[in-house]
């Protein structure tokens, strides 16, 4: 698979796993307008390439993501935040949410602002042990944004978010972990194998039925009962035309592994 040259994010595939590193570790991989630029174009690029049947998201040295460069925002004059969501951080958090295939965030250090929830809109998230999440945006009299006011509530109860967004406290990977925050939490060294580990076993998976899985999830949240039952039969008429639910019962009867193509 020939990938792009970024600027300010490297790209690697292996084994059906397209992992996006942010690239900017001087500045913990803090997000300024050409970052936004290369990872929409990136994330495009898994969400499109059939080849790629898991992504996963980290960061170059220290850190994951420090959230916005403020160096950055400081030549932008008197333009509006919210024009600035809406150009450059929406699009990306909207696509890793709606993609359908598994998102994995691996988080190797801090995690702010921003960039805490860049890591929060993944599917899951492993956390090295010397990972820390901090909502910081209290201390600059702003509220949470990409995504956060979103998916924070929904990962730790409104309360919680509610004290995380007000008090802009950080909290390291075991509590994140104890919160629901993070699905695992290794030993700094061990991040990137586990990692890759998860993600190939992704990658070998039924694509197909884990999108509708995504996409079903993502109705639910917002969803009453009967309104989630009924869309739960139609994503599973869905998948079971899939070819990879004929593998999957094929390999069932014949008791041996599936060999699922993702389609």
């Known amino acids: 698979m020939q990938l792009p040259a970024f600027e300010t994010v490297l790209t690697a595939f292996e084994d059906g796993v397209l992992t996006i590193t942010l690239n900017r570790p001087d500045v913990l991989n803090a997000i300024n ?6 990872l929409a174009e990136a994330t495009r690029l898994a969400e499109r390439t059939p080849e790629v049947r898991c992504l996963v998201l980290t960061g170059a040295g220290r850190g994951f993501c420090s959230g916005q460069d403020l160096r950055d925002r400081a030549g932008a004059g008197d333009a ?8 450059r951080y929406n699009p990306i958090i909207l696509r890793m949410r709606t993609m359908e295939k598994p998102v994995i965030a691996a988080v190797n250090g801090v995690a702010a602002g921003a960039g805490c929830n860049l890591a929060l809109a993944a599917d899951l998230r492993i956390a090295s ?24 509530p ?3 109860g409104l309360a919680k978010a509610m004290e995380l967004a007000y008090t802009g406290d950080s909290i390291d990977a075991a509590e994140a972990l104890r919160l629901g925050l993070v699905n695992r939490m290794v030993p700094h060294d061990a991040l990137a194998a586990a990692s890759a580990d998860l993600a ?3 990658a070998e998976g039924p694509t197909r039925g884990f999108g509708l899985t995504k996409r079903a999830f993502n109705y639910a949240l917002n969803a009453s009962l009967d309104a989630a039952l009924e869309y739960e039969a139609h994503m599973q008429d869905l998948a079971g035309r899939t070819a990879d639910h004929r593998e999957g019962v094929a390999a069932f009867l014949g008791k041996r592994r599936p060999r699922f193509e993702g389609r």
Request: glycine share 10%.
């Open 33 to 38: 307008e050409q970052l936004t630029a290369d």
């Open 80 to 87: 509006s935040y919210g024009d600035s969501l809406r150009r």
């Open 129 to 152: 042990d010397r990972a820390s999440f901090i909502e910081v945006f209290s201390r600059v009299g702003l509220i949470p944004d990409s995504g956060g006011t979103f998916t924070l």
């Open 154 to 156: 929904r990962l730790v």
């Open 200 to 202: 190939r076993r992704l």
